[in-house]
């Protein structure tokens, strides 16, 4: 890698700018899941794919930290990544916990959604950044925290939701949780990522990895819409819950 030091200008404002402007397909899917007539039957999908998401998330940022901790010799980035990933892993653990505690607000027995097997997208998104953080560079995953973290549903936009799918309060507490604590935790990711001494290919890393993240879950997002369509279009009704 090149060891050329990027400027002083804002790391972060650039790389929401693009994340924004690749994101368009990711926000027509989420409103494609939001606005469909049966997004209260959607939902528990939404749930099953983010808590699929969120258990391998905080292995992740260890497996992270490990590797930048290997290279903490001769890598000016370790030490300050380490810090921001080590306070994230804290703050993060027991998400995935909540998540099935929300499926279980609909009657979803929490061994039901740990037996089905992961969608193909999911294991995507977070098996490429382990390839990434294992047998490149560690920094990838900051690509995929940026876009993780980003963007979270206000507090009114999750009491709009509960509204107008008539599901249970309980059903939504991981939402309305995160649409408090994740404003500090992008702080803390544009912190971490406009002070990093990161290199241009170090950037590129980010970049590639955001990418990823961003069309993955896109593809994610589609297929709870898609899969519900198909499995509802027979003539015999499929059983409930429906997990995509």
């Not at 294991?123 to 560079?137: D, R």
């Not at 963007?151 to 408090?180: M, N, Q, W």
Request: hydrophobic share 45%.
């Amino acid at each position: 890698m090149r060891s050329s030091v990027v400027g002083e200008e804002r790391r972060s404002a650039r790389f929401h700018a693009k994340r924004r402007f690749l994101s368009a397909r990711l926000a027509a899917a989420n409103d494609r899941i939001w606005n469909h007539p049966q997004a209260a039957r959607l939902y528990p999908s939404v749930l099953f794919r983010a808590h699929c998401i969120s258990r391998a998330s905080v292995p992740l940022l260890f497996t992270a930290m490990a590797r930048l901790e290997s290279l903490r010799d001769h890598e000016p980035a370790a030490v300050g990544l380490i810090e921001y990933l080590t306070q994230l892993a804290a703050e993060e653990t027991g998400h995935d916990e909540w998540l099935l505690e929300d499926l279980e607000g609909l009657g979803i027995a929490r061994q039901e959604v740990l037996s089905r097997v992961p969608p193909i997208a999911v294991a995507s998104l977070v098996g490429g950044q382990y390839y990434w953080v294992l047998h490149h560079h560690p920094v990838a995953v900051l690509g995929f925290i940026g876009v993780l973290e980003a963007d979270p549903p206000s507090p009114e936009k999750v009491e709009d939701a509960i509204r107008r799918t008539g599901l249970p309060r309980t059903a939504f507490r991981s939402f309305l949780r995160h649409s408090v604590i994740e404003p500090a935790h992008n702080r803390l990711f544009d912190h971490a990522l406009d002070t990093a001494p990161l290199t241009d290919d170090h950037l590129a890393l980010v970049g590639v990895s955001m990418i990823s993240a961003v069309h993955l879950l896109s593809v994610s997002a589609e297929e709870i819409v898609d899969l519900y369509e198909i499995k509802t279009s027979g003539a015999a009704p499929p059983p409930e819950p429906l997990l995509c």
